[in-house]
């Protein structure tokens, strides 16, 4: 079954405003990765993070590897409307490159 | 970056009959892909990993008699649905692994409706 906690569900948020989600498991990941789902298509990866501790920025996304490495995060600032989709945080536990999923934060931005 | 495709990208079929979908990397070789499943508004599950030149590996609970993988070549992955019913009816994602670092490209998805 699912390990991985993802939350919150789902956010409405206003343009503009900063958006924060977390993952979080019970057992130990190597590798955490975060990733944007359009519908109907397939994932996108945003941030990959490979190291305890490391926090790694692209744009307006910021994710972190949290220090017991059973936990990540990540931030989205100044939201705009393109933002809107389904946000997946993902877990690996080697480098062999099979992930478990969490459950997704499906995020809506209101102009 | 690596480009995954699948086809189709949507079939309807009659309950009963047997639906193959491809998977392929277009600019790079994979030893490795994996076929995840859908279902709406929920998570990927993982059901197989496909490995190039050996059998899949399934994950627990998925029958590798109803879902066959071949991974014939460095560039393909096949994913049949034998006796397609109903309640496999779902959007199936191929992914395939690129680079030292092994990272995950995904393709866009196929929607699969059983009537």
């Keep these: 079954g699912q390990q991985l906690n993802q939350s919150p569900q789902s956010m409405f948020i206003q343009e503009g405003e900063d958006v ?3 993952c979080t498991s019970s057992s130990i990941f190597n590798t955490w990765l975060w990733y944007k789902q359009d519908p109907g298509e397939g994932p996108v990866l945003l941030i990959a ?5 490391e926090l790694t920025s692209n ?7 949290g220090i017991t490495r059973k936990d990540s995060f990540l931030n989205i600032s100044a939201s705009i409307p393109s933002d809107v989709g389904i946000y997946f945080c993902a877990g690996q536990r080697t480098n062999a490159g099979k992930s478990t999923f969490g459950d997704g934060t499906t995020l809506t931005v209101k102009p | 970056g690596a480009v995954v495709s699948q086809h189709p990208s949507w079939v309807i079929c009659k309950s009963g009959t047997s639906v193959k979908i ?6 790079f070789q994979a030893t490795t892909m994996f076929w995840y ?8 599950m993982l059901m197989a990993t496909s490995n ?5 590996t399934y994950e627990q609970g998925v029958e590798k008699d109803k879902f066959l993988i071949n991974h014939a070549s460095l560039t393909l992955s096949t994913l049949t ?5 109903p309640e496999d009816s779902s959007f199936y994602i191929c992914s395939a692994l690129a680079g030292s670092d092994n990272e995950q490209f995904f393709g866009p998805g196929t929607r699969l409706t059983v009537l």
């Design chain 1, 20 to 22: 924060s989600m977390n």
């Design chain 1, 49 to 53: 993070l490979y190291k305890a501790g």
């Design chain 1, 59 to 65: 744009g307006r996304l910021t994710a972190q590897f």
């Design chain 2, 22 to 27: 491809e998977c392929r990397s277009l600019d």
């Design chain 2, 37 to 44: 499943r859908q279902f709406p508004k929920q998570s990927l």
């Design chain 2, 52 to 56: 190039e030149g050996s059998k899949a």
């Design chain 2, 81 to 85: 649905v034998t006796s397609a019913h």
